[in-house]
């Protein structure tokens, strides 16, 4: 199994750009999660999917970060434009979630993201 | 306000010392999940609770839903352990995850 894979894994940018993250999840797993990971706020869940379905977005920042996952093996983070406050390590997560019950969290190596 | 407190913030051990890491949370949950960040940064899950206590190695987890608490236990700890142990909640609709600043562990040789 390949496990949470994610890319670019580091990207330097500059502010107003465009950035898109992106994360293929562990195969047969059917919730993702896009977290963000800052020095200043910790680890924060930003948006959760099930099955495809974007179920919770309250962490999203702003109107500038918007997630998809158009089937189930691909999803993105997009940044439209990027601050220097965005900058931070962003870390997609999969499982395996079944009626009733929540499944085992398997993360991505993080894509770390610099904005100048 | 912190939904989720780690104690302590960081600690040094010895190795083979047996180590304490506690997790407290004040919203109704579904799930406490552990954590653990190496120094080059990949998380990797070491736990999911809903109850009662889980071991894998020398790592053990408890939980105790009434009183809102949970502990991470390393027994025989080693340099390797060395990491940030991180505990997540993950509140009763399901849908937020909540995560304690972590704890960082050094286990000296």
């Known amino acids: 199994d390949a496990g949470v894979i994610q890319s670019p894994r580091h990207e330097v940018t500059e502010m107003g750009q465009e950035v898109t993250l992106r994360c293929k999840p562990i195969s047969g797993h059917n919730s993702l999660f896009w977290y963000r990971q800052t020095m200043m706020r910790g680890l924060e869940l930003l948006i959760y999917?099930?099955?495809?379905?974007?179920?919770?977005d309250s962490g999203m920042p702003e109107d500038r970060f918007s997630a998809k996952m158009p089937n189930a093996s691909f999803s993105t983070l997009k940044i439209q434009p990027s601050e220097p406050r965005d900058s931070a390590v962003y870390f997609c997560a999969s499982s395996l979630e079944l009626a009733g019950g929540h499944g085992e969290l398997f993360f991505g190596e993080g894509s770390r993201l610099t904005v100048l | 306000k912190n939904e989720v407190e780690q104690s302590p913030q960081n600690l040094t051990a010895q190795e083979g010392e047996f180590i304490t890491i506690n997790c407290s949370y004040s919203?109704?949950?579904?799930?406490l999940h552990w954590l653990q960040q190496h120094p080059g940064g990949g998380i990797v899950s070491l736990f999911m609770?809903?109850?009662g206590k889980k071991k894998h190695g020398r790592l053990i987890a408890t939980i105790n839903i009434q009183e809102k608490h949970s502990s991470l236990h390393i027994t025989a700890s080693h340099p390797r352990d060395s990491a940030v142990y991180i505990c997540a909640v993950r509140s009763d609709t399901g849908n937020q995850f909540y995560f304690g600043t972590g704890t960082s562990l050094t286990v000296i040789p």
């Open positions: 999917f099930n099955n495809n379905v974007p179920i919770d």
């Open positions: 609770l809903s109850s």
């Open positions: 919203v109704g949950i579904s799930a």
